[in-house]
């Protein structure tokens, strides 16, 4: 005869049964209301263009959509059974290897998205620079495809194959410095390292539409926060900015921040930097450079402009008048098209996109940052490092105080005007080794700010 258990027992295994079935009941909610709440986000249409059409942040939408029409696909990509290996360009920078930095992004951002292969490897074993430029608009675009993957994985129907990316044979010490102080692996995956001559600014995301602050507080935060990280850095050699060089700082900073918003048409703006002490016999009074990066994706400069949605028609007219004589005077060519003419234009004294009537002190806010960059710089013939850059769509201008600011007298008003010829004239064709038209398209508008910090900058 079977010897019936203990009443302990039977109480206990009763228990245990009951726990199991609670558990599979309110898996199987959770199962029906997450099918619920996903048939309710996409419509019954759980596909992955679907997902797309959704889910996808506006940034990779737009910057996707632009790629389409103007890049190749990268060719340096091998797959094998551990997945997609994709070699990162030996010279990652958009100042000076735009095409090939822009494909590289935009094939590894569409291989994400596509979500063939579990792994995703960038090898950096060819890669012997990396620029901030680059570097920036590979990871604000990484951010929001992440957010993407990871909302796909929030639902059983939508659960993304891939399961992870990373990278391999980061050797170089100069590219292995931006990588773990302010790139993906720092900012992504909590991956930072402390370097001695390094001082990171880590990337600030303002978005206009969730932001609490106003976008003009916001600015002046934002601007208050990067001057006090220079400030903070040259604490690391024991030397401070003087006011002067303080107060230009500001103007740089804040004026290239207003007009990242002023020149945007989707909600977000991104900005780092970092600050690298230098120990060059050559550049004896030479302290530290501090890089600085400010991005937004959107219309470029020249589409704001030339949008029938521009708010100050007297600009467009005058620059539409300037493109005639352009035209007339067979000025435009193959590396100099009217975008780079309208987006050189943009930057004098008195022209901006936003309406006269709304903002009735805009106007002198890219010649006054551009003017205080040159005040930054040491002597023009000491000072071979300091550079300002800006892209914007099919164009680059490139400041390196070769070219300095002017002054044009009209009638009885004089403006300050940055024309790249020595006639000081925006009708006379400009300098094509600093204002040029580029051989692919950036969908949006990209500064970088390379300071030389030397003895005339502290006290």
């Not at 599979?24 to 997902?51: A, F, M, P, T, Y």
């Not at 600030?204 to 220079?230: A, G, M, W």
């Not at 100050?312 to 780079?340: A, C, P, W």
């Amino acid at each position: 005869m079977r010897k019936s258990l203990p009443i302990s027992i039977i109480l206990k295994r009763q228990k245990r049964n009951l726990k199991f079935k609670k558990k599979r009941k309110d898996r199987r909610l959770r199962v029906l209301l997450n099918h619920i709440e996903l048939k309710k986000d996409l419509g019954g249409d759980s596909s992955l263009q679907n997902q797309l059409d959704k889910w996808l942040p506006e940034t990779v939408k737009y910057f996707i959509h632009i790629a389409g029409k103007n890049y190749l696909p990268y060719k340096d990509v091998k797959i094998n059974s551990n997945g997609l290996i994709i070699s990162i360009p030996r010279e990652f920078c958009l100042n000076t290897n735009i095409k090939i930095s822009l494909s590289f992004i935009n094939t590894l951002i569409q291989f994400l998205l596509i979500d063939s292969h579990k792994t995703i490897t960038i090898d950096y074993s060819k890669c012997k620079s990396i620029d901030l430029s680059a570097q920036i608009c590979l990871d604000a675009l990484l951010i929001d495809t992440l957010k993407f993957i990871t909302k796909r994985d929030k639902y059983f129907k939508t659960r993304p194959r891939i399961k992870s990316i990373g990278g391999e044979n980061i050797n170089n010490l100069d590219v292995k410095k931006i990588l773990f102080s302010i790139g993906s692996p720092a900012i992504i995956n909590k991956r930072s390292y402390k370097f001695r001559d390094i001082v990171p600014y880590h990337l600030c995301i303002h978005n206009k539409e969730s932001e609490s602050l106003r976008n003009s507080q916001r600015k002046e935060l934002d601007t208050t926060n990067l001057v006090e990280h220079v400030i903070n850095s040259l604490a690391l050699i024991n030397k401070e900015l003087s006011q002067e060089s303080i107060e230009d700082l500001s103007t740089v900073i804040g004026e290239i921040l207003i007009n990242a918003e002023e020149h945007s048409t989707l909600n977000q703006r991104y900005s780092t930097g970092y600050f690298q002490k230098i120990n060059n016999p050559n550049l004896d009074k030479a302290f530290g450079i501090y890089h600085l990066v400010i991005l937004n994706f959107g219309s470029s400069i020249y589409e704001i402009f030339k949008s029938f949605d521009c708010k100050n028609i007297d600009n467009v007219n005058k620059m539409q008048l300037l493109s005639e004589k352009y035209t007339k005077n067979r000025l435009f060519s193959k590396s100099f098209h009217e975008g780079s003419l309208w987006t050189l234009y943009s930057l004098q004294e008195g022209i901006t996109s936003t309406s006269p009537f709304e903002f009735k002190k805009r106007g002198n806010g890219s010649i006054r940052f551009i003017e205080s960059f040159f005040n930054l710089r040491s002597n023009n013939d000491r000072d071979k490092i300091s550079r300002l850059n800006i892209i914007s769509g099919n164009t680059n201008i490139l400041f390196d105080g070769s070219y300095d600011i002017m002054d044009k007298i009209v009638g009885n008003d004089t403006f300050k005007v940055m024309t790249f010829n020595k006639s000081g004239n925006i009708e006379d064709k400009p300098d094509g080794k600093f204002v040029k038209k580029i051989n692919t398209f950036f969908p949006g508008t990209i500064i970088t700010a390379k300071i030389l910090i030397t003895e005339d900058d502290i006290i």
